[in-house]
């Protein structure tokens, strides 16, 4: 996912708004979750997902809900993502 932090005046902000984020969504959808480029921009970052199911269904839908939780936050704008199923 592809995200930018408008608020976000340096990288210590941008640490705590992401640092909130992936605690969230790790807790609430039992997922790995990191800062994977942009780690020295302000107000730009690339988190990657991954979950590992022996259903890619249920993979799919879950990474869903991450995206759709994502969009929600109102401290963070989603600007692009992609979901891959292996």
């Known amino acids: 996912m592809d995200i930018h932090i408008p608020e976000s005046g ?7 708004v992401l640092k909130s984020l992936k605690d969230r969504v790790h807790n609430k959808f ?12 302000w107000q730009r970052s690339s988190l990657g ?11 799919h839908k879950v990474l869903e809900k991450v995206v759709s ?13 992609e979901i891959e199923v292996l």
């Open 10 to 16: 340096s990288l210590k902000s941008k640490r705590f």
């Open 30 to 41: 039992n997922v790995s979750i990191a800062e994977v480029d942009s780690n020295d921009l």
């Open 49 to 59: 997902v991954a979950i590992v199911a022996n259903d890619s269904s249920h993979a």
């Open 69 to 81: 939780f994502t969009e929600n936050t109102p401290e963070i704008e989603l600007l692009d993502y």
